[in-house]
């Protein structure tokens, strides 16, 4: 074998030969302001690893097209032994915000006694999305306020392509 071969075979053994091996389950499409002539859509889905016996519950930007993934993100509600499809029926209740470009989509979790995440996405390319990070101010204080807990939500969408309308409510640290 030669070393061009070798290091070909190392590459791919590397790769794809070790990975875990993940199942997915069945996908559900979440509802949004979506335009008809989009090519992405936003979906759920529980994805199990046999090697780990781990189940993670992700949301998926996905090119209608080719089917291929764009980005996962992992939602705030994973698989709880305590209240089996408690934490499916929540991720499958987010509220999908597309901006009117398509290029930016928000996905508000389902909200429950301030659990659930707002995630939002930019779309780079028809095979590349990247999440943004809410602005660390949102996560410390609003007004100067302290909050023991606090839930940040999608107010009213996208105001223009780059400005999202958000609200956030919580307890007030005492």
């Given at each position: 074998m030669s070393y061009t071969r070798l290091i070909v075979f190392v590459i791919f053994i590397a790769i794809y030969g070790f990975a875990a091996p993940r199942t997915s389950g069945e996908q559900f499409d979440l509802e949004g302001d979506l335009p008809q002539n989009q090519e992405f859509k936003v979906v759920?889905?529980?994805?199990?690893?046999?090697?780990?016996h781990t189940t993670t519950i992700l949301y998926r930007v996905l090119?209608?097209?080719?089917?291929?993934?764009?980005?996962?993100?992992?939602?705030s509600y994973q698989p709880d032994d305590d209240a089996p499809g408690w934490d499916l029926k929540n991720a499958k209740n987010a509220e999908i915000h597309w901006n009117k470009s398509c290029t930016k989509l928000a996905i508000d979790e389902d909200n429950y006694r301030y659990s659930g995440e707002v995630f939002i996405v930019a779309i780079v390319s028809a095979n590349k999305a990247k999440g943004i990070a809410l602005p660390e101010k949102l996560k410390n204080t609003r007004e100067g306020r302290k909050?023991?807990?606090?839930?940040?939500?999608?107010k009213s969408g996208w105001i223009t392509n780059d400005e999202l309308s958000i609200s956030v409510a919580g307890i007030e640290r005492t």
């Open positions: 759920v889905e529980e994805v199990k690893d046999q090697e780990k090119n209608i097209k080719t089917g291929m993934s764009l980005i996962d993100i992992p939602s909050w023991d807990r606090y839930r940040v939500r999608v």
